[in-house]
């Protein structure tokens, strides 16, 4: 119940949040901005996106291969598509999705805890090398090019933090384990406690993959480094949709603000996407109902993925709502079974 209310409650306020955004921006003026609305560039756009889909599913693939499973390139896609769609109805955009990947492997007979360790490589890695990328690309803004003020101040404080996440994924890489010195802050009791000889088991598979995969590790970022001109490619698709030929500074900027809105906990980052980029393009002196227009493009091509993902994984015999109504019914039965005892 308690999870209810904080998805409702998450839900309630992104909502607010958006409908706020469009009445600031005038509904107007952001259909006004899809006049030169281009479907060469649409399709451009949504070609880009698939691109970045399946380098995505080929670096999953390579932690595959080197654990010594080998699985159809499409078919990870889909199993990627498919844990998004899960994670773009929640709160939890990056994660919450990520134990149907799990399930997914295990249908190729590939044991539990190296299924769970091979998701958990991808999903960290691929945040860890982003997160390096991103504070290149916001150096690299700051150091080359001017951008206003306020802007700035808000570079160098993501740069910082996003060191400070890195220096500590290292650190706890190579040590205790990133997941074990974050079990430190965990209740040793309770669900999160029974978990903690399979985090350790995680944990000591990923200091194994990092400590004696490095040809694979230079093949990840070589891969990564192809996906962010893919995702650079997207975005100047998406704003030229909208007929805005945005600089390389702009798009970097719109593509670390995306980046940032898509951590917080609200299901699609409804509002708050919008919202970031309507502050950024006011902060950078131009018209903010096209960062609202362009928000909209993303999500649209957001959408269309997380629709793909449902039908997938309905072809899977996975039924989204089924699968809540079963987990529903289990925590009736074991509260009367606990109210009998």
Not at 196 to 220: M, V
Not at 242 to 247: E, N, V, W
Request: some cysteine.
């Amino acid at each position: 119940m308690r999870k209810f209310f904080v998805f409702s409650g998450s839900m309630v306020a992104g909502l607010l949040l958006f409908a706020a955004i469009i009445g600031v921006a005038g509904l107007e003026n952001i259909l006004h901005a899809f006049r030169h609305l281009s479907f060469k560039y649409l399709f451009a756009f949504l070609a880009a996106s698939f691109a970045i889909n399946i380098l995505s599913a080929y670096k999953w693939r390579l932690i595959l291969s080197e654990q010594g499973y080998k699985i159809n390139l499409f078919r990870l896609m889909m199993y990627r598509n498919g844990a998004f769609s899960v994670s773009y109805i929640t709160p939890f955009v990056r994660l919450g999705g990520e134990p149907l990947r799990v399930l997914m492997l295990k249908k190729h007979g590939i044991p539990t805890n190296t299924a769970v360790a091979s998701a958990f490589l991808d999903k960290s890695l691929e945040v860890v090398m982003d997160v390096a990328i991103a504070c290149v690309l916001a150096f690299a803004v700051l150091a080359g090019f001017a951008v206003p003020s306020e802007v700035r101040n808000a570079l160098v404080a993501v740069i910082l933090v996003l060191l400070a996440f890195l220096l500590l994924f290292y650190f706890t890489s190579f040590t205790r384990g990133f997941l074990s010195t974050a079990m430190l802050v965990v209740p040793k009791k309770g669900w999160l406690g029974r978990l903690r000889a399979r985090i350790l088991e995680i944990d000591s598979a990923t200091n194994e993959f990092l400590k004696s995969k490095k040809s694979c590790l230079a093949k990840l970022l070589a891969v990564s480094v192809v996906q962010w001109l893919a995702l650079f490619l997207e975005f100047r698709f998406a704003a030229l949709i909208i007929g805005y030929d945005a600089s390389f500074v702009q798009l970097m900027l719109i593509m670390l603000v995306t980046g940032f809105v898509s951590v917080i906990p609200v299901p699609a980052a409804l509002g708050v996407l919008e919202a970031g980029q309507f502050s950024l393009f006011a902060a950078l002196g131009l018209e903010p109902h096209l960062g609202i227009a362009l928000s909209l493009v993303i999500r649209l091509k957001d959408t269309l993925w997380t629709l793909l993902g449902f039908v997938f994984l309905s072809n899977e015999g996975i039924g989204l709502f089924r699968v809540l109504r079963n987990n529903l019914r289990k925590k009736r039965v074991a509260k009367v079974s606990a109210n009998f005892k």
